[in-house]
């Protein structure tokens, strides 16, 4: 446990949490909508600090990251809670928890631990994933800047849900991240996840701003997000807010937690997602979890030229010195 970073006291021994966009008003012995911040004597506090739910080493590729150290390693950690509540969940049982059942578990594994073990395993950096890493952010920004300064890079994949405050303190130790959109429409983001995509729209632009390497993920959940208006929206977004250069990684979904009865999504709709982004104006626009799926590879965005051909998270070919061997166009790639 540990005094928890952006808060303030207020009247009747409450506090206001502001790390994410909740902005929760937490009462005394109470937690906020993560599950993973208490009120304590009118201090708040993370009670996940130093405790992992999970470590793993996993291919830069399985985040995704397609354009940030392609084909290196990234050691993987993360702590229970989130702060959405995704009825289509996939790590539900780590995310979720805290909310369910109170349950605040995890191994004891210090920031010192944490980049000695991605040395030891020779990653190329850490990533905060599988959870939401800003309701983890304190022990997150201790990684970080020991990290940092040891020559690893920092990524991390997160909903987006971060204050303008969280996301500063993290910016300068940040290298690469993928952020979900996951809808364009509050009406996705109330109904499926308990959360609004305002919040999510400013961070994808500051982070953008800040110069740190960005992908952008949307989950095709069918009657939830499948219309080609939904697929528009999201591709003149980052098109125009963002970048044209900003990968969008358009994945399948699989019934799982709270939407068991939803079928997977038909591989047409994403196929039809990536084409709808290719023609607005995208350089790069990917399927995900359709493993050999030509929408996988990286194609050169001037001559169309294979670049950097992928199966699942393994690289079969890559041209290593980040412009297409054909053309000589560059490809917008972070190289280690």
């Not at 929206?233 to 970048?243: D, Y």
């Not at 709270?258 to 591989?267: E, G, I, Q, S």
């Amino acid at each position: 446990m540990k005094e928890a970073l952006l808060y303030k006291k207020l009247k009747n021994k409450e506090v206001q949490c502001n790390l994410c966009s909740h902005r929760c008003t937490i009462l005394p012995d109470k937690r906020g909508i993560c599950g993973v911040r208490e009120n304590k004597a009118e201090k708040l506090h993370s009670l996940v600090y130093g405790k992992a739910c999970a470590e793993h080493v996993d291919p830069i590729e399985k985040k995704p990251l397609f354009h940030f150290l392609p084909g290196t390693t990234s050691l993987s950690v993360a702590t229970v809670g989130c702060n959405f509540r995704c009825k289509n969940c996939q790590n539900w049982e780590t995310a979720q928890s805290p909310k369910e059942n109170g349950q605040i578990w995890g191994e004891d594994l210090s920031p010192e631990e944490i980049v000695k073990h991605a040395k030891e395993q020779k990653c190329h950096g850490v990533s905060y994933t599988y959870t939401e890493p800003t309701i983890f952010i304190e022990y997150a920004l201790d990684t970080m800047k020991l990290a940092k300064a040891e020559g690893l890079k920092n990524s991390w994949v997160t909903n987006g849900f971060m204050t303008k405050e969280a996301f500063e303190l993290v910016a300068p130790y940040l290298d690469g991240v993928n952020c979900d959109l996951k809808s364009f429409t509050d009406k996705v983001y109330q109904e499926n996840c308990g959360a609004r995509v305002k919040p999510v729209l400013e961070t994808l632009k500051r982070i953008k701003k800040a110069g740190i390497w960005l992908e952008v993920t949307t989950l095709i959940i069918p009657t939830l997000n499948d219309k080609e208006e939904e697929y528009k929206n999201i591709a003149s977004f980052i098109k125009n807010e963002l970048g044209p250069e900003v990968p969008w990684h358009i994945s399948q979904f699989y019934p799982a937690y709270k939407l068991m009865d939803l079928p997977a999504t038909p591989v047409e709709a994403i196929h039809k997602a990536r084409d709808i982004g290719k023609k607005m104006g995208l350089k790069y626009v990917y399927t995900g979890n359709l493993p050999g799926d030509e929408g996988e590879n990286t194609y050169c965005p001037k001559c169309d030229e294979l670049v950097i051909e992928r199966l699942g998270y393994s690289i079969k070919r890559f041209d290593k010195d980040g412009k297409c061997s054909k053309c000589g166009e560059k490809l917008d790639l972070i190289l280690k």
